[in-house]
């Protein structure tokens, strides 16, 4: 049996570039370490946010690998499993089992929106190829496909998958996910404007974004929330909330990235055909982290 136990705060990081697009490997070797020593439960490589749609297969496999030296077993790594054909995501984490990662966040296959058969498939032929912990990420706002849970309760028979990842943007979800199931699976906020709620409900952690830049806070928030200690949590997740705002965007890594320059713990180098906020998108993302940063609470009593 898959024996993984996961909760806390993970953050799905993103990939560092120089400014001619080649992986900045000792940027990232620094960002992992400032996650780490912030106190974040895991690191999640190769996401969305980590640009996966621009990393090759190989390269995807050296992001993953730069983030198993820098934890040394301190966290678990996981690596996000993102392509187009599923022989391709079997060979890919086959790999990544070869390079010694703790688990995988699967998704959709990407381009084409698969039915809930295609998709539990999918799921069941990877989870065969990886033998790895699996947490599913369920996002159908952006991937156009939904996994309800009687979905999960019919995986419920395969022992690697272990966690979710919930984005469906709807709170309830969490909830009824917990009814169908009980405690089958470890369940995730995937959605940053919705961590306060899913963690009132019973979420056992998030796959969250603004972290990246807002490591300490991000951990407070649900340090907090586990101790019930609602009125201090809310007074945090209110002044958190206009950043997190910017993660629910179609320029979710183009602001984070911003985001984290500003804050002092990265740069904005994306690869094209992404390219950095100019205009009235770029000066609404930096008044809100200006504002932020003045008015930034001392979450260090937390730790």
């Known amino acids: 049996m898959a024996a993984a136990k996961w909760e806390g705060v993970f953050p799905a990081v993103t990939t560092k570039f120089k400014e001619n697009e ?29 640009e996966a749609s621009t990393l090759s297969f190989d390269e995807k496999l050296d992001v993953t690998k730069t983030a198993l030296n820098v934890a040394n077993g301190r966290v678990p790594v996981l690596v996000n499993v993102s392509e187009t054909r599923t022989a391709t995501a079997c060979r890919f984490v086959e790999k990544a089992h070869e390079l010694g990662v703790q688990g995988l966040m699967v998704m959709p296959s990407v381009l084409y929106a698969a039915d809930a058969r295609e998709a539990m498939d999918n799921l069941r032929v990877i989870a065969k190829a990886a033998q790895l912990p699996i947490m599913v990420y369920n996002n159908p706002v952006s991937y156009k496909v939904d996994l309800t849970p009687e979905d999960f309760k019919e995986l419920a028979d395969c022992e690697w998958i272990v966690a979710i990842k919930e984005s469906t943007d709807n709170v309830r979800r969490i909830t009824d996910l917990r009814n169908a199931v009980g405690n089958r699976y470890q369940l995730f906020m995937g959605v940053d404007d919705l961590s306060f709620e899913g963690l009132a409900v019973g979420a056992d952690g998030l796959l969250a974004g603004l972290v990246v830049a807002f490591p300490k806070e991000t951990v407070a928030l649900y340090k907090l929330m586990k101790a019930k200690r609602w009125d201090e949590a809310l007074k945090l997740y209110q002044w958190f909330m206009p950043l997190m705002h910017l993660d629910v965007s179609t320029k979710l890594v183009q602001n984070l990235k911003l985001v984290e320059q500003l804050a002092g713990v990265g740069n904005e180098n994306v690869r094209r055909p992404r390219q950095p906020l100019q205009g009235a998108d770029r000066a609404r993302v930096t008044a809100i982290v200006e504002k932020a940063l003045a008015t930034r609470p001392d979450v260090n009593q937390y730790f």
């Not at 080649?22 to 969305?48: P, R, W, Y």
């Open 22 to 50: 080649d992986l900045d490997h000792a940027a990232m070797e620094k960002h992992f370490n400032f996650q780490i020593d912030s106190g974040v439960h895991a690191l999640l490589t190769c996401g969305s946010l980590g």
